[in-house]
């Protein structure tokens, strides 16, 4: 028997109906924030058996490109933006097992707030509520939050060990059974059975109990993406999966491998987190469309460098107007997304080649053809990895979702490599059940 792949998506509440597009229809790309069409891209996920939708998430309004907010407005780059702790009931109770994954910064939130919003989504979902734990990367954003620039790097995961530590005691300040609802007493919750937390600790002081029963999962799935060495260690140390953006065959291994190294360490069984690589499979009807889609996508316009020198800029705090796109990188260094900026130098000479490949969200390996055949390569290169699964970012409209979901999903069931249906009730439960 062939070893099962998980499959999640990186997914955003914003205009990802990639208005512009002859396969989006006017009216939805201006209405997207209704929902409508984020429930039908979930559904779909659904449909193919995905674990989990992840909804990425930033809170500002980015102007590191220039100075000025046109690049990120224009192209509609950070900002519209929907709350993803909002949509996540909304998807869920337009599913009934796919895993939803919200993602919320433990530099900005304070902790009861989040605990109690995450357990009320794992109550809504029945069980299938997740949280991509970030620290946050950009001072615009900490601006928004009483703060004038970010905590130190890694300052920012002391603060978010604690913060888990926090939610957790919150999660379980609710014994499982502590709703009796004892017809005799006419007791509905036995209040032997909440207690306070009392946390007094170096960053968060919260007293507890939380106001929301225990969530049915104990608590939710923690997805976590840190690439830094601290951390890679904060996430062997809590995550069930871990999003990876790691480069080439090599540093894939490299890096599921690091991973499970340190939760053996920690004395967790590496079984129990699935490290997820985002990819961004170019499909088509033959090898040639496919491959005459790719292309397009690597010489991309002005404006496809822009936005992505834009992003860019907006996780480094680089100015990249103030650099020739067309001449070697000079020497670049940043306090933001270090491991992002190092990974971008990477792609190419200039920051045009750069951008170009950047602006696909370029992944390698690259996986470009028919179905049949891009379902084939991802098996191998599962294979040589080792796992767990992918994360895929694609779409942009239904023609898109449907390119993965009915076809390369499709392609890849028939090779028996990811499920059919889902066996249980719970996100945990269906990711750690291969
Ligand atoms: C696939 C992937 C998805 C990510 N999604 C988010 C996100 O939605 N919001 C966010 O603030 N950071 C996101 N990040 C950034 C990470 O949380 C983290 O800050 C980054 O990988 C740098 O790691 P480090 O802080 O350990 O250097 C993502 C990273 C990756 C690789």
């Known amino acids: 028997m062939v070893k099962k792949m998980h499959l999640g998506w990186f997914m955003n509440f914003s205009r990802s109906t990639a208005w512009t597009s002859p396969w989006v229809l006017e009216s939805e ?9 984020h429930i039908d891209w979930v559904r779909s996920m659904e449909r193919a058996g995905f674990d989990y939708a992840m909804l990425e998430d930033s809170s500002m309004v980015a102007d590191g490109y220039g100075g000025s907010m046109e690049v990120d407005l224009k192209h509609s780059l950070y900002a ?51 949280w991509n734990i970030v620290t946050s990367s950009e001072d615009r954003a900490a ?49 032997n059975k909440v207690r306070p937390i009392d946390h007094v600790g170096e960053y968060f002081k919260v007293r507890g109990p939380l106001n929301v029963p225990r969530p049915p999962q104990g608590r939710p799935v923690y997805c976590q993406a840190g690439g830094s060495p601290r951390g890679r260690q904060f996430a062997a140390a809590h995550a069930d999966t871990i999003i990876s953006a790691a480069q080439g065959i090599e540093d894939m291994r490299e890096f599921r491998d690091d991973i499970r190294r340190r939760m ?12 997820m690589f985002i990819t961004t499979p170019v499909l088509g009807n033959t ?13 991309p316009t002005q404006a496809g460098v822009d936005v992505a020198l834009g992003h860019m800029g907006a996780l480094t705090e680089i100015d990249f107007t103030q650099i020739d796109a067309d001449k070697p990188f000079p020497e670049l260094t940043t306090n933001g997304h270090r491991t992002t900026l190092e990974k971008f130098l990477k792609l190419g000479k200039t920051p045009r080649e750069a951008a170009g490949k950047w602006a696909i969200r370029y992944t390698d390996p690259t996986f470009v053809g028919t179905p049949e055949k891009v ?18 970012a694609a779409g942009g409209s239904r023609r898109g979702i449907t390119e993965i979901t009915d076809g390369l999903v499709g392609a890849l069931q028939q090779l028996g490599r990811t499920r059919t249906s889902y066996n249980h009730a719970h996100l945990r439960d269906n990711l750690m059940e291969f």
């Open 29 to 37: 790309a201006r209405e997207w924030m209704n929902g409508d069409y």
């Open 80 to 130: 519209p933006k929907g709350d993803p702790l909002s949509i996540a009931p909304v998807l869920a109770k337009a599913t009934e097992h796919i895993g939803i994954i919200s993602t919320a910064s433990t530099s900005f939130y304070p902790p009861f707030l989040l605990a109690r919003a995450i357990a009320t989504i794992d109550h809504i979902s029945g069980g299938r509520a997740g």
């Open 143 to 191: 601006q928004n939050f009483n703060l004038d620039k970010l905590y130190e790097h890694d300052t920012r995961y002391e603060m978010a060990d604690e913060f888990v530590e926090v939610a957790e005691k919150l999660w379980s300040s609710w014994d499982a059974d502590a709703v009796v609802m004892d017809r005799a007493t006419g007791t509905y919750v036995d209040h």
């Open 264 to 275: 053996i360490d920690l004395g967790r069984d590496p079984d129990s987190c699935k490290v």
């Open 287 to 299: 090898e040639a469309e496919a491959k005459e889609r790719w292309e397009a996508m690597l010489h």
């Open 375 to 392: 379902a084939a390569e991802m098996s191998r290169v599962f294979d040589e990895v080792g796992g767990d699964g992918f994360l895929i």
